[in-house]
């Protein structure tokens, strides 16, 4: 294990120039262009590091272009091992010229930069790990595989299908997110949906014939109350009503009202109890005479952490352990590229990356001493459970 840090270690002037270079490219979600140069960057690092690489182009749904997928492949040496999957993401948040008004920046023991949390350190300690292992002679695996979408950060619409269709023929998927602020790796996420609730009603002059109209804006605070009371702590529920529009002007009795609600869940059952619920709201009359209609968005499923995830996150933390970290496996709300592959019912963990913060804000953060720790554990979590079955 120390050998694999002292490794690691010996990588960081490496790292630390592909992070800047990487980080030095923008990359949004919605600039394909950018996330395909950030995509040939990162090809080329896998293939100085042995492996054989294709770039997948994308298209979103309606048929504009996205930035591609990258995945690289290295066979090991253990023909009846495990084939591993390392997942990061290749686009930001951030808006193209985010790069040259704040490059990267190393200031003492920190890293800032748009991305250099989220995910760019995170997936260059991913091929740093594949780096350290090959500069040791280890690889204990049947192979290894890296997944890098270009879509991440808006729901993989482009890049998931995919990463699915790569991760369907792996054993182990480990995601390369950051860890927590306070150094956790993530074990279960929650499955998160866009509910859109439109209601039609009817326009009549609010002065005259009030009575004659049917207040779509009233449907829609009726709704917005009985979706928020849809709110379960207990059972892992959380909804929150962010938009709502209705109406044009003052004077008229609203026409049409929309409400936007955020819906996530712990479980699969929790889940698609609760989007049954929004759904059943279709057809209701919260108002005398208002028509209304749901539509389900960005759907994802949750991450639950199952005993095979449990296994793998004890393995790692049990690794850590044995050079000093104490590391403990969480929960999260937010939702990550992990969700779509726990789905398939393989086995993932996440937040395997080195410790960061402030992600999508200006101030965004990577921990430069972390790295070569999470670098090593990685490499030796490649390493434990790569020849066998169980971790």
Same mark, same amino acid.
């Given at each position: 294990m120390q050998a694999l840090v002292d490794a690691a270690q010996d990588e960081m002037p490496r790292y630390l120039t592909r992070l800047a270079e990487l980080v030095g490219i923008d990359s949004g979600s919605d600039d394909p262009g950018g996330v395909d140069a950030a995509g040939r960057v990162t090809a080329g690092y896998l293939s100085q590091g042995g492996f054989t690489v294709e770039f997948q182009p994308v298209e979103f749904p309606d048929g504009r272009p996205a930035g591609g997928v990258v995945i690289g492949r290295r066979v090991g040496d253990q023909p009846q091992g495990r084939r591993i999957l390392l997942v990061g993401h290749l686009d930001t948040v951030f808006d193209r =010229?985010?790069?040259?008004?704040r490059p990267a920046q190393f200031e003492a023991d920190r890293a800032y930069g748009p991305g250099v949390s989220d995910d760019k350190g995170g997936l260059l300690a991913g091929i740093a790990a594949?780096?350290?292992? /090959?500069?040791?002679?280890? +690889?204990?695996?049947?192979?290894?595989?890296?997944?890098?979408?270009?879509?991440e950060e808006i729901g993989s619409l482009a890049g998931g299908p995919v990463l699915r269709?790569?991760?369907?023929?792996?054993?182990?998927?480990?995601?390369?997110?950051?860890?927590?602020?306070?150094?956790?790796?993530?074990?279960?996420?929650?499955? /998160? %949906? !866009?509910?859109?609730?439109?209601?039609?009603g009817r326009a009549a002059h609010a002065?005259? !014939?009030?009575?004659?109209?049917?207040?779509?804006? $009233?449907?829609a605070a009726h709704l917005t109350v009985t979706l928020q009371a849809m709110n379960d702590p207990d059972e892992g529920i959380s909804v929150n009503v962010g938009v709502i529009r209705a109406g044009r002007r003052p004077n008229v009795v609203a026409e049409r009202? *929309?409400?936007? %609600?955020d819906v996530r869940a712990t479980t699969r059952q929790g889940f698609g109890r609760l989007l049954a619920a929004a759904q059943e709201l279709a057809g209701s009359e919260p108002v005398p005479g208002a028509v209304v209609q749901v539509e389900l968005r960005a759907v994802v499923p949750p991450m639950e952490a199952t005993t095979a995830t449990v296994d793998l996150a004890d393995a790692y933390c049990t690794l850590a352990a044995?050079?000093? +970290? *104490?590391?403990?496996?969480? =929960?999260?709300? =937010?939702?990550?590229?992990?969700?779509?592959?726990? *789905?398939?019912?393989?086995?993932?963990? !996440? @937040? $395997?990356?080195?410790? @960061?913060?402030?992600? +999508?804000?200006?101030?965004?953060?990577? *921990?430069?001493?972390?790295?070569?720790?999470?670098?090593?554990?990685?490499?030796?979590?490649?390493?434990?459970? @790569?020849?066998?079955?169980?971790?």
């Amino acid at each position: 294990m120390q050998a694999l840090v002292d490794a690691a270690q010996d990588e960081m002037p490496r790292y630390l120039t592909r992070l800047a270079e990487l980080v030095g490219i923008d990359s949004g979600s919605d600039d394909p262009g950018g996330v395909d140069a950030a995509g040939r960057v990162t090809a080329g690092y896998l293939s100085q590091g042995g492996f054989t690489v294709e770039f997948q182009p994308v298209e979103f749904p309606d048929g504009r272009p996205a930035g591609g997928v990258v995945i690289g492949r290295r066979v090991g040496d253990q023909p009846q091992g495990r084939r591993i999957l390392l997942v990061g993401h290749l686009d930001t948040v951030f808006d193209r =010229g985010t790069a040259a008004e704040r490059p990267a920046q190393f200031e003492a023991d920190r890293a800032y930069g748009p991305g250099v949390s989220d995910d760019k350190g995170g997936l260059l300690a991913g091929i740093a790990a594949a780096d350290v292992l /090959a500069a040791v002679g280890s +690889h204990p695996y049947r192979e290894l595989i890296v997944c890098l979408t270009g879509d991440e950060e808006i729901g993989s619409l482009a890049g998931g299908p995919v990463l699915r269709r790569v991760a369907a023929e792996v054993d182990v998927a480990l995601c390369l997110e950051c860890a927590r602020v306070d150094g956790s790796i993530v074990a279960a996420r929650k499955g /998160a %949906a !866009d509910v859109v609730v439109s209601v039609t009603g009817r326009a009549a002059h609010a002065g005259i !014939d009030a009575a004659a109209g049917v207040n779509a804006a $009233l449907a829609a605070a009726h709704l917005t109350v009985t979706l928020q009371a849809m709110n379960d702590p207990d059972e892992g529920i959380s909804v929150n009503v962010g938009v709502i529009r209705a109406g044009r002007r003052p004077n008229v009795v609203a026409e049409r009202a *929309d409400v936007v %609600a955020d819906v996530r869940a712990t479980t699969r059952q929790g889940f698609g109890r609760l989007l049954a619920a929004a759904q059943e709201l279709a057809g209701s009359e919260p108002v005398p005479g208002a028509v209304v209609q749901v539509e389900l968005r960005a759907v994802v499923p949750p991450m639950e952490a199952t005993t095979a995830t449990v296994d793998l996150a004890d393995a790692y933390c049990t690794l850590a352990a044995g050079i000093g +970290h *104490d590391i403990a496996a969480v =929960g999260t709300g =937010g939702v990550a590229d992990a969700n779509l592959i726990a *789905d398939l019912g393989v086995p993932v963990l !996440d @937040g $395997l990356g080195p410790i @960061g913060g402030d992600d +999508h804000a200006p101030t965004e953060w990577l *921990d430069l001493t972390s790295v070569p720790v999470r670098v090593g554990l990685l490499a030796a979590l490649i390493e434990a459970i @790569g020849p066998s079955a169980t971790p």
